[in-house]
């Protein structure tokens, strides 16, 4: 089962609308008077990131774990697979969910890292058990993990980063403008009995309060607080290669049904990508949670798009992977999931039409070098919020209206490079 880490575990994908919202710590929050009469709000974002993965025929791992200077916390996030050492037929995949440590367990700047750490019992580890001819998994929770990794710069590569960004969201305009760098390092250390040397990492740096955000309300009775400024505040970061095309998303809603879907149009390779992942009480057992996810291409007629209005009409083909989950209780608490590729196809038909409350435009320049080659990337894209209804079933139907959707433009984005 050649599945990455982030979609081992299905659970994953229900957390990603999760991460679309992030509220600023308080002492990164400075509200003043705007011009206008109305209220503004001033955010920075400071922070160290330091990454490592794992690509080593059959292991992998990937691990995350960042500094934030204004809230003075750590967090990390990590999942590693290996064969189990006692059965050739399956891999053993551990996953750390993205939690608080220590401070003193990480140490960084912007040429090294340091992660010493053993995970206190607050933060979950799973440990999932995965047929890798069948595709099936089950998971529970499990002891916790020790790490003692080490970053060096190792002056391959670096990448600086410049973007600024309008969002527009009501009568709340929040412009961002923000800057950061990361380089290429060697990791060497252990993970749970685990070892390696010059793997492969990055340091990553959002310098001193550069990330800054600048939220402008206007001084209108409907707006008297700051509620509406809890929509989603996202750290983007620039596409690395060429890129041109369309995208919807959308929350999936409905009665005890939580989840998302993505339709991206690489307009460009002339191709067609459907994610989804949703769960919902199962029908026959009210107490357990059935969740399904997918990811790959469909036919380019399955979806069309405008900078206004989305349709994807489309009945998965036979060469669509799907994976459904049982879950039972809450995973980690103790519960336990168990998972096995879908018998069924699913089909969609839902409908995007913008709705004129929100919208994004973003324009950013990124300069990396890569050995002697320097490349130049100027990007831009538009965002606008829409409404969506539609059906969408396995063998259960469900449907939805007025559901939380997005629009992308992601236009024509020019690169310069140089290579002496």
């Given at each position: 089962m050649n599945t990455t880490i982030s979609t081992i575990l299905s659970k994953s994908m229900v957390s990603i609308a999760v991460v679309l919202t992030l509220s600023a710590s308080p002492s990164s929050v400075e509200p003043v008077q705007a011009s206008n009469g109305g209220k503004a709000t001033n955010v920075r974002v400071n922070g160290q990131t330091a990454v490592f993965y794992l690509d080593d025929g059959d292991r992998y791992a990937l691990l995350?774990?960042?500094?934030?200077?204004?809230a003075n916390t750590t967090l990390l996030s990590y999942g590693y697979r290996f064969p189990d050492p006692n059965d050739s037929n399956l891999s053993?995949?551990?996953?750390g969910d993205e939690g608080e440590i220590p401070n003193n367990a990480f140490t960084v700047n912007s040429t090294s890292a340091h992660l010493a750490l053993t995970t206190p019992d607050s933060y979950p580890v799973t440990r999932c058990v995965i047929d890798n001819y069948s595709g099936e998994y089950t998971c529970a929770p499990t002891a916790p993990s020790t790490f003692d990794l080490t970053w060096t710069e190792d002056g391959y590569r670096s990448f600086h980063e410049t973007g600024t960004r309008v969002e527009t969201l009501g009568q709340v305009t929040t412009r961002v403008r923000g800057r950061f760098d990361e380089v290429t390092a060697h990791v060497s250390g252990m993970w749970d009995g685990h070892s390696g040397t010059n793997m492969s990492g990055f340091l990553i740096d959002s310098e001193n309060a550069t990330l800054f955000r600048e939220i402008m309300m206007e001084a209108t009775p409907q707006f008297i607080t700051l509620l509406a400024l809890q929509a989603r505040v996202e750290a983007t970061r620039m596409q690395r290669a060429r890129v041109n095309g369309r995208e919807a998303f959308s929350l999936l809603e409905g009665a005890g049904l939580n989840g998302l879907v993505r339709v991206m149009r690489d307009e460009i390779?002339?191709?067609?990508?459907?994610?989804?992942?949703?769960?919902?009480?199962?029908?026959?057992a009210p107490a357990t949670l059935l969740f399904f996810e997918g990811l790959g291409e469909i036919p380019n007629s399955a979806f069309t798009v405008t900078s206004a209005s989305a349709r994807l009409t489309v009945t998965t083909p036979d060469a669509y992977p799907i994976t459904r989950c049982v879950i039972i209780g809450v995973i980690g608490d103790p519960g336990a999931i168990t998972c096995a590729p879908a018998t069924t196809p699913l089909t969609f038909d839902l409908t995007w039409i913008k709705d004129g409350y929100g919208s994004v435009h973003e324009t950013g320049t990124s300069v990396e070098i890569v050995g002697p080659v320097t490349t130049r990337y100027h990007r831009q894209y538009?965002?606008?919020?829409?409404?969506?209804?539609?059906?969408?079933?396995?063998?259960?139907?469900?449907?939805?209206?007025?559901?939380?959707?997005?629009?992308?433009?992601?236009q024509d984005a020019t690169i310069d490079e140089t290579n002496p």
């Amino acid at each position: 089962m050649n599945t990455t880490i982030s979609t081992i575990l299905s659970k994953s994908m229900v957390s990603i609308a999760v991460v679309l919202t992030l509220s600023a710590s308080p002492s990164s929050v400075e509200p003043v008077q705007a011009s206008n009469g109305g209220k503004a709000t001033n955010v920075r974002v400071n922070g160290q990131t330091a990454v490592f993965y794992l690509d080593d025929g059959d292991r992998y791992a990937l691990l995350t774990v960042t500094r934030d200077e204004i809230a003075n916390t750590t967090l990390l996030s990590y999942g590693y697979r290996f064969p189990d050492p006692n059965d050739s037929n399956l891999s053993i995949l551990i996953l750390g969910d993205e939690g608080e440590i220590p401070n003193n367990a990480f140490t960084v700047n912007s040429t090294s890292a340091h992660l010493a750490l053993t995970t206190p019992d607050s933060y979950p580890v799973t440990r999932c058990v995965i047929d890798n001819y069948s595709g099936e998994y089950t998971c529970a929770p499990t002891a916790p993990s020790t790490f003692d990794l080490t970053w060096t710069e190792d002056g391959y590569r670096s990448f600086h980063e410049t973007g600024t960004r309008v969002e527009t969201l009501g009568q709340v305009t929040t412009r961002v403008r923000g800057r950061f760098d990361e380089v290429t390092a060697h990791v060497s250390g252990m993970w749970d009995g685990h070892s390696g040397t010059n793997m492969s990492g990055f340091l990553i740096d959002s310098e001193n309060a550069t990330l800054f955000r600048e939220i402008m309300m206007e001084a209108t009775p409907q707006f008297i607080t700051l509620l509406a400024l809890q929509a989603r505040v996202e750290a983007t970061r620039m596409q690395r290669a060429r890129v041109n095309g369309r995208e919807a998303f959308s929350l999936l809603e409905g009665a005890g049904l939580n989840g998302l879907v993505r339709v991206m149009r690489d307009e460009i390779t002339n191709t067609t990508i459907l994610r989804f992942g949703y769960a919902f009480p199962d029908p026959n057992a009210p107490a357990t949670l059935l969740f399904f996810e997918g990811l790959g291409e469909i036919p380019n007629s399955a979806f069309t798009v405008t900078s206004a209005s989305a349709r994807l009409t489309v009945t998965t083909p036979d060469a669509y992977p799907i994976t459904r989950c049982v879950i039972i209780g809450v995973i980690g608490d103790p519960g336990a999931i168990t998972c096995a590729p879908a018998t069924t196809p699913l089909t969609f038909d839902l409908t995007w039409i913008k709705d004129g409350y929100g919208s994004v435009h973003e324009t950013g320049t990124s300069v990396e070098i890569v050995g002697p080659v320097t490349t130049r990337y100027h990007r831009q894209y538009n965002q606008v919020t829409a409404n969506v209804l539609g059906t969408w079933n396995e063998s259960n139907g469900h449907a939805g209206t007025n559901m939380t959707g997005y629009l992308f433009n992601f236009q024509d984005a020019t690169i310069d490079e140089t290579n002496p």
